[in-house]
């Protein structure tokens, strides 16, 4: 029985990706505290700790195909505890003389937060792959509308001309900065930890560090300089870059919604036979894929609200806020990769209409130039004097209906400044670009 966004057939594939559901599934859960037992044996047999023999059979037994999850599960609830039931079973599949090592000297939040680091690892690996390639198709958007003149919008409305190159330009930049913030933190999130009860490692011995340091080399984790069991800046801060990485492609996903509207049809995404978009109105085309990335942000935002939550721990083990990060930070993970692989379908099919851009561009009728016309002008008559003006031309128009170029004819002071030509040159949404095109350029040769 499903009961989660995540699990459910008709809705999982809204909420997350394949990929990332195996990666936080609860056989792979369970595969990396296996994982943690085994490198823990294999290092304290390499120090001469435990024998080698039980070392050598724990990681043949290490192997989530030998527990049953279903008995496992029913001895958490008996017994309430997430990690022993586990324990004995992988303790059963070896002799009885070899079983007595396993977990020797460790904690179970040791293994629980070292195997959550291993899954994050994994995950990671495909965040960093997935904003890659958000990041090639705004790279190619960019170059292929750099001259793309569009309306660039403030305050909902229009104020300047720009191009489409342009804007997704400024988010391929927000993009590559995710990368660094998600490629600087490795070295703090990736990070095991074999710190014992209290994180004192008294369990562990005389050589405690040795066996933290061999046991979290052979899983491929940073060697944390203390416990960092009651610390959970670590999984929180992954979680938080994610949620930064989420209000970026909502961002994208909002503005992409809003310019396919009718009102505007600048942009439309990809359609495929047989997509719906009612049940009782069988003309629309509803831009469902924009709709659900610009939608996602927010669980992923609560979500990562939970792990600072969970930060307000209480001595050296706190179960209360601890546990919340089970559910909060696969989410997090889960919800953010299926924005990027969304965002990246949407990205590659999306369609550019240039013409509806031109078109939308003329609404204002010349007005969106004002700035220009002032600057020019205010080497002529001042600046305050042009702003003067050109509010006084335009106010006057836009109430008679008028375009900006006859608003300034009508006006006497600009009419006898301008000649024809020059109202001309100066109400062109292409000659006030500015430094879109070499923004761009820029910005794309870094890359």
């Known amino acids: 029985m499903s009961v989660s966004v995540f699990d459910m057939q008709s809705l999982q594939h809204l909420w997350s990706t394949d990929e990332l559901r195996a990666i936080f599934s609860e056989e792979n859960r369970i595969q990396k505290w296996l994982d943690f037992e085994a490198a823990l044996a294999a290092a304290q047999a390499e120090l001469g700790i435990i024998p080698a023999a039980a070392a050598r059979q724990i990681a043949e037994q290490a192997q989530v195909r030998n527990i049953d999850i279903g008995k496992m599960s029913a001895e958490i609830r008996r017994i309430k505890h997430s990690l022993v039931p586990a324990l004995k079973q992988l303790q059963a599949c070896c002799s009885k003389e070899n079983g007595e090592w396993v977990h020797y000297g460790a904690t179970t939040q040791d293994v629980v937060d070292t195997g959550v680091?291993?899954?994050?690892?994994?995950?990671?690996?495909?965040?960093?792959r997935d904003l890659?390639?958000?990041?090639?198709?705004?790279?190619?958007?960019?170059r292929e509308h750099r001259d793309t003149i569009m309306a660039g919008r403030t305050h909902g409305v229009q104020a300047l001309p720009i191009t489409f190159g342009h804007k997704c330009a400024i988010w391929l930049d927000?993009?590559?900065?995710?990368?660094?913030?998600?490629?600087?933190?490795?070295?703090?999130?990736?990070?095991?930890m074999v710190a014992g009860a209290v994180g004192s490692q008294a369990s562990l011995g005389e050589r405690a560090a040795e066996v933290e340091r061999l046991t979290l080399q052979r899983l491929g984790l940073g060697v944390p300089p203390i416990s960092w069991?009651?610390?959970?800046?670590?999984?929180?801060?992954?979680?938080?870059?994610?949620?930064?990485?989420?209000a970026t492609l909502s961002k994208i996903g909002n503005e992409l919604f809003n310019m396919q509207r009718n009102e505007f049809s600048e942009v439309e995404e990809a359609f495929s036979e047989g997509k719906l978009g009612s049940s009782t109105m069988p003309h629309k085309r509803n831009p469902t894929s924009a709709e659900n990335l610009a939608g996602l942000s927010r669980p992923l935002r609560y979500n990562a609200t939970l792990m600072l939550e969970g930060m307000l721990q209480e001595g050296e083990r706190d179960g209360i806020a601890w546990k919340m990060e089970w559910k909060a930070l696969p989410e997090c993970c889960l919800?953010?990769?299926?924005?990027?692989?969304?965002?990246?379908?949407?990205?590659?099919?999306?369609?550019?209409?240039?013409?509806?851009?031109?078109?939308?561009?003329?609404?204002?009728?010349?007005?969106?130039?004002s700035e220009r016309v002032m600057l020019e002008l205010s080497?002529?008559?001042?600046?305050?004097?042009?702003?003067?003006?050109?509010?006084?031309?335009?106010?006057?128009?836009i109430s008679r209906k008028l375009d900006f170029a006859e608003a300034m004819r009508q006006h006497e002071g600009l009419a006898n400044l301008l000649g024809e030509e020059e109202i001309r040159r100066l109400t062109d949404p292409a000659g006030y670009l500015g430094q879109c095109g070499a923004s761009v350029d820029r910005l794309l040769a870094a890359q």
């Open 117 to 128: 680091a291993l899954q994050l690892k994994e995950a990671h690996a495909v965040i960093m």
């Open 379 to 397: 080497e002529r008559v001042g600046k305050q004097t042009a702003h003067e003006w050109i509010y006084e031309a335009s106010m006057h128009g």
């Open 229 to 246: 069991a009651p610390a959970r800046d670590r999984f929180t801060e992954y979680a938080l870059l994610l949620a930064m990485v989420g």
């Open 335 to 369: 919800i953010a990769g299926a924005m990027l692989f969304q965002a990246r379908n949407l990205l590659a099919g999306l369609r550019v209409d240039g013409a509806a851009m031109a078109a939308n561009l003329e609404r204002m009728r010349g007005y969106l130039l």
């Open 132 to 142: 890659r390639a958000v990041s090639d198709e705004l790279a190619r958007l960019a």
């Open 174 to 192: 927000e993009i590559g900065r995710h990368q660094q913030r998600l490629a600087e933190c490795e070295s703090r999130v990736m990070v095991g």
